[in-house]
């Protein structure tokens, strides 16, 4: 098993189809024990059930510094350690630019970009201490081919901002022993588009994807696996791309 013994926290895991609940999945099958984060407390503790006794499911908005700190508290009260974290939790807008709202911004940088610095800065006093950890940070496509398929161009910047967080935290704290990675997924299957994929933009996107197929959850899960595990001891400020070849670069 590749994470016997090992605390992992995956924020915005509740959602049942999405990328955070099958990497839940993925990283309790090698053993993890799983502190599962999301907005509402009976969505987080349902997901955790799922994963079998062992596992937390707790409310934490990850744009709330205090309930941040309060969700790290929490991990370390029940197991003691804390060592990986998975920056899932995420929104996206289809707007166009100069459509963009003071609110749609806000709404959009300070659940992908915000919440990954304060859940980041929740872990990382403990992982200090431990002198290990591993985070992985989750960007998209979107941030490197400017626009992805449903993002507006806040969500871009916004995914962009993390992959230069995840750098810059990975510099800071290598020292540590601590490794932070981003991945970059291109057009997954989860309920995050809602029902706007109709049947001709499929086709349409999948043309342009050399692998021929849009990507599974468990595409991305099986990349944070690698990533929060030994598997990966030796990669730190890495961007892992997960899209099927839509974007080679
Ligand atoms: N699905 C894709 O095609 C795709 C592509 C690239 C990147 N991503 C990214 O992957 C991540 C997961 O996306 P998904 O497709 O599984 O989406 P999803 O909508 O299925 O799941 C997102 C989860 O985040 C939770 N969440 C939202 N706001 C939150 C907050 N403030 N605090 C805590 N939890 C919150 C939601 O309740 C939900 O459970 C996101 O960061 C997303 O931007 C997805």
Do not use: W
């Not at 081919?145 to 901002?161: C, E, V, W």
């Amino acid at each position: 098993m590749l994470l016997e013994n090992k605390v992992v926290i995956v924020t915005g895991a509740a959602s049942p189809r999405g990328i955070g609940k099958a990497t839940a999945k993925a990283l309790a099958a090698q053993g993890a024990r799983i502190v599962i984060l999301d907005l509402r407390e009976e969505d987080a503790q349902r997901a955790a059930a799922d994963l079998g006794d062992a596992h937390l499911g707790l409310a934490c908005d990850v744009t709330d510094k205090d309930a941040c700190v309060s969700a790290a508290k929490a991990t370390l009260e029940r197991y003691g350690r804390i060592d990986g974290l998975i920056n899932n939790a995420g929104i996206t807008q289809p707007a166009r630019t100069l459509d963009i709202t003071s609110e749609n911004f806000n709404a959009i940088v300070d659940v992908n970009l915000r919440g990954t610095l304060y859940m980041s800065q929740a872990v990382l006093p403990a992982m200090k201490e431990q002198r290990s950890g591993s985070i992985v940070c989750m960007s998209s496509v979107s941030a490197q081919r400017g626009g992805g398929i449903f993002g507006g161009p806040h969500y871009s910047a916004a995914k962009a901002g993390v992959l230069g967080l995840s750098r810059a935290m990975a510099r800071e704290f290598g020292g540590d022993s601590i490794r932070v990675n981003s991945i970059t997924p291109g057009l997954i299957q989860t309920d995050i588009t809602g029902d706007k994929l109709t049947t001709d933009m499929r086709a349409d996107i999948i043309k342009g994807i050399p692998l021929g197929r849009l990507g599974d959850a468990s595409d991305v899960a099986n990349a944070c696996l690698f990533l929060v595990s030994d598997l990966s001891t030796y990669l730190t400020g890495i961007t892992l791309d997960v899209n099927g070849g839509m974007l080679i670069h």
